[in-house]
T-cell receptor
Framework: SAVISQKPSRDICQRGTSLTIQCQVD?????MFWYRQQPGQSLTLIAT?????????ESGFVIDKFPISRPNLTFSTLTVSNMSPEDSSIYLC???????????FGPGTRLTVL | AQSVAQPEDQVNVAEGNPLTVKCTYS??????LFWYVQYPNRGLQFLLK??????LVKGSYGFEAEFNKSQTSFHLKKPSALVSDSALYFC?????????????FGTGTRLKVLA
């Protein structure tokens, strides 16, 4: 398995500001993903974070709103830009190890936008 | 496109009784199926997977799942439920997307084990 940490664990932000969420994996992984989850609901994939290149975004998500970085094989960031109350959610980072089949998840970042 | 369905929003079961959380899938090709559990205010934890081989897969915390190709199902089971099993359970399928992996999650089933 892989141990994944996220910072911050939670934050309360003002409308119009931006927040960057960090995801750190304890070992090298091939793929990293960012999801959004409303409490008690299913997960929605935002994008796949690609090492050394632009992230691959899912339908409905754009780079200007959710810029993603992945400078190496163990670290990624997701920025939620120009936030509105609709962005209030839990943001989850996950990783997939080469040769493995399953994903491992971070503990999540609970974001509240006022 | 690959997809999974969890037909029950919530399942209630008495402690000590067997539990089943249902999942059906729709895939082209061989399915890669997973179960995850999420406890309150936590990330998802991997429980078990089916890739190939025996249709009965054993996983963490005494859970198992049965792959049924004819019924396109992958139900999660446990012979004797514990109160501590109360959580949100997600079924997932892996899809190949633009040459890379992508995971599709079901809507989740809330399991409540009653003492």
């Amino acid at each position: 398995s892989a141990v994944i940490s996220q910072k911050p664990s939670r934050d309360i932000c003002q409308r119009g500001t931006s927040l960057t969420i960090q995801c750190q994996v304890d070992s090298q992984v091939t793929m990293m993903f960012w999801y959004r989850q409303q409490p008690g609901q299913s997960l929605t994939l935002i994008a796949t974070a690609n090492q050394g290149s632009e992230a691959t975004y899912e339908s409905g998500f754009v780079i200007d709103k959710f810029p993603i970085s992945r400078p190496n094989l163990t670290f990624s960031t997701l920025t939620v830009s120009n936030m509105s109350p609709e962005d209030s959610s839990i943001y989850l980072c996950s990783a997939h190890r080469r040769g493995g089949d399953e994903q491992f998840f971070g503990p999540g970042t609970r974001l509240t936008v006022l | 496109a690959q997809s999974v369905a969890q037909p029950e929003d919530q399942v209630n079961v008495a402690e000590g009784n067997p539990l089943t959380v249902k999942c059906t899938y729709s895939v082209s090709g061989n399915p890669y199926l997973f179960w995850y559990v999420q406890y309150p205010n936590r990330g998802l934890q991997f429980l078990l997977k089916y890739i190939t081989g025996d249709n009965l897969v054993k996983g963490s915390y005494g859970f198992e799942a049965e792959f049924n190709k004819s019924q396109t199902s992958f139900h999660l089971k446990k012979p004797s439920a514990l109160v501590s099993d109360s959580a949100l359970y997600f079924c997932a399928v892996r899809d190949i997307h633009r040459g890379t992996y992508k995971y599709i999650f079901g809507t989740g089933t809330r399991l409540k084990v009653l003492a």
